[in-house]
């Protein structure tokens, strides 16, 4: 497959293999016309997990960070967060002990911080915070912890007429602000978690108030629930890279006609974190299972990819 | 404007008159290179209603009488709906005593015949029946109910590159079977009312549920919110007919920029239906007096629109 390494290869970031192979003979396939398999433009659904999928997810999801610095931001307007768990060991710097209270307790902090203001209000707050904050360890920009052979891959998919779609159990209006200048997806094409808005008139003027109220936790068996939701037709390729994301892979690989399902597993200490069925974070261990048994594609990031990073070797 | 009437004309339905002019200057503002309200192609989003803005709505909405027609083929197996109203009236044919419970009667019916089955198989219920049933006076099929001078500005709006979308009050899944068909607009740009679904496994095979559970009622102060968790962004147009729609309209209109809002004022007892201010379906009140004080564009179908329905002189 020497071909690869020409000038016209769409995916130069995907070393040669059978995985890159998988993802051009799948694309080849469904595209041409005339071809058993061929699957016409408006039915070309991908859909993409983002965390560990798109963008890196270690040390823990960059959301969390976003919370924990927002924490920090309100912390004079919540006096009583400075003996109240688990805002004050965030306060304290302390947060294993934060996240000690797991689910719930980055619920309650999420609520705290993600709700109460309008929607035009959060998205300048998120669109702030992405402009200065820095990983923890890299110290690059969260929207440069991206994986630059996925950005090849998405382009590559819509230069097929595919329409390319996140589906993340992050929050849906955390990911718009961004989506589209990072991925190239916009905006209607994201879905995510959310929490419920309510319309209100402001001396006349609309807005959309967040309201500290759960709607939607689009994770695991809701994953294909918010693709029915929004999309309202099967994936025929989907993208993930933990557990959470095997219900989307189950529903888009059950369809009829060509599909394809691919896991990224992370294999990289080095360059990136190495992790799986032992992971609190991105676990991977039951689709792990699921695609040695199904055939479907498994990306080892370390052998699979080079680089993992956009510029990761200036 | 003599030009409206050349070969060109891509509203060859819509009356040379201001109503025409003003969606024709405003796509030429918006799409002109330079313009001062240019506004880029990934912002371009149009937001339709669906009923009595894309298709009719009387005597009553068209999903209503789906629903009575599922009441109908299911009665076999509910002989406690003999006794029961509004279900028992259904059967008898008086569907005026059967919507005397007004949508608290039409909710229960809607999710009597609605849920219990899987997405998959809904749509097949759907498709099936809009392949035979016919509208009770027109005897057309209800896709042929729809707008002519719609379907052409759909098209404008699209070769001027906007997206499309439905915000309509009806329900999402019994749209989208059609809405790529009828109106160009495939099923991941349709917004309505829905009920919950559930993931599951049926001999290991994954289905989506449908639970007699309300999701979202797409309507009033709920299409902004509506609008906001499929796209992410606000319309820079959008499209109505009755107060329903006046929310959207709003939240369009306060965007900064260009904005377009237009309201389809049921005019022609003839060919179509006259109702605004007193009638119980697509009832047109507030919205037309602030359609008056802002300036927004109204369609008065009878001087506007020629033909109204596809084919109308056949």
């Not at 080095?270 to 039951?286: F, H, N, P, Q």
């Amino acid at each position: 497959m020497t071909t690869f390494a020409s000038a016209q290869d769409p995916l130069p970031s995907w070393n040669d293999g059978k995985v890159k192979e998988s993802i051009v003979a799948f694309v080849e396939n469904v595209t041409k016309v005339g071809s058993a398999d061929f699957v016409p433009a408006n039915e070309r659904i991908a859909t993409f997990d983002n965390d560990g999928t798109l963008w890196a997810e270690q040390p823990m999801y960059f959301q969390a960070f976003f919370i924990f610095d927002r924490i920090k931001t309100l912390a004079p307007q919540h006096p009583e967060w400075k003996t109240k768990e688990p805002f004050s060991s965030v306060l304290n710097g302390d947060l294993k002990t934060a996240l000690a209270g797991g689910e719930h307790a980055l619920l309650e902090m999420a609520m705290a911080t993600h709700a109460g203001m309008t929607t035009e209000e959060f998205e300048a707050i998120v669109t702030d915070w992405l402009a200065t904050a820095t990983h923890p360890t890299t110290k690059r920009p969260y929207t440069e912890m991206v994986y630059q052979p996925m950005l090849e891959l998405l382009a590559y998919l819509r230069a097929n007429d595919f329409k390319t779609f996140i589906v993340s159990g992050g929050g849906i209006e955390f990911m718009r602000p961004w989506s589209e200048r990072v991925y190239g997806i916009p905006p209607e094409q994201v879905i995510g978690s959310s929490i419920k808005t309510k319309f209100e008139l402001r001396d006349g003027k609309p807005v959309l108030v967040r309201l500290p109220e759960l709607n939607f936790i689009d994770d695991k068996e809701d994953k294909p629930v918010g693709i029915n939701q929004h999309i309202g037709r099967r994936p025929i390729a989907a993208f993930g890279n933990s557990d959470g994301d095997l219900q989307m892979l189950q529903w888009t690989a059950a369809g009829s006609g060509p599909r394809f399902c691919l896991y990224v597993h992370h294999t990289d200490a080095e360059r990136e974190w190495a992790y799986d069925r032992e992971s609190k974070i991105g676990r991977l261990d039951k689709g792990l299972a699921e695609a040695a048994t199904k055939g479907w594609t498994v990306v080892d990031m370390k052998r699979d990819w080079t680089p993992i990073f956009p510029n990761e070797n200036e």
